[in-house]
């Protein structure tokens, strides 16, 4: 047996740990089945095999996995997800497996609540904001999910050290992102749930930096220094910690579409 399938056998048996932990702590995810999981140096290349849409977002190297849901095109019988290799450590892969499983979740409850069948998502009012919101929410939660599972898995209680790094490396990684979108020439509402995600896991799940947020409105100032514009990226935000934080995301789309149309 050669290295590489050492090295992929080992990433498979964590990540069949993974998907138990997040079936176990997290939420029923067995609509998903592990056999219908793929790795490939080229997302774009392998979604596109089965997907006659695909989105260009997967060429760039700031995406990591994608999901391919059922619908009248592709004929799936259950969701599909692909996670690229290249480049990426085994940490890095638990993020963007999680992440992907965050957004399996999302759109199951999203049909289920408007009691149609997966394939049909698309076509339902609120869908193309409801998934800026599964961004937000699976940019929050990859993390959080990742770090609780390596304590889950390990015994361990490192938590805490876990979310220091993040929170360390969170002004530099938002310089980053704000370099690329303002060189793109605009921001899309994709990176502004991206942004307010990964802003979001230290500011709601905090074990670090104690009640003081002010930082999150400095980031937030970085990106919108228009007053009108920061205001209305701030109340989506707000919007977005409370429905996360009650559940109830579902029940306030309609509120959710009125904050995307002000942005």
Sequence with gaps: MDNKSISMNKIMNI??????????KISDITVFDLKN???????YESVSKI???????????LTNGC???PNDSNKLASPVMFLRTQNLD????????????VHIEDFYK????????????KEMKNYENFCLWSEFHAFYSENLYTYKFVDFSNNTNDFESMEHVYVENLAAYLYRERKRVFQNGEILYYDISR??????????????VDTDCSYIYEYLKEFFPQESQFEKVNSLYRFYVQVLRDGDILDRLNELDDLICLL
């Design 110 to 121: 999203f049909a289920e609540y408007k009691n149609i069948d997966i394939s049909k998502i």
């Design 90 to 101: 085994m940490s890095n892969m638990l993020i963007a497996f999680f992440h992907e499983l």
């Design 37 to 43: 999981l793929f790795f490939t140096d080229d997302l």
């Design 67 to 69: 999901v391919v849901f």
């Design 15 to 24: 990540v069949k740990s993974a998907y138990e932990y997040y079936n176990l």
């Design 195 to 208: 942004i307010l995600g990964r802003i979001a896991f230290p500011d709601i799940y905090d074990k670090v």
């Design 51 to 61: 997907q006659q849409d695909t989105n260009l977002i997967l060429k760039d190297n």
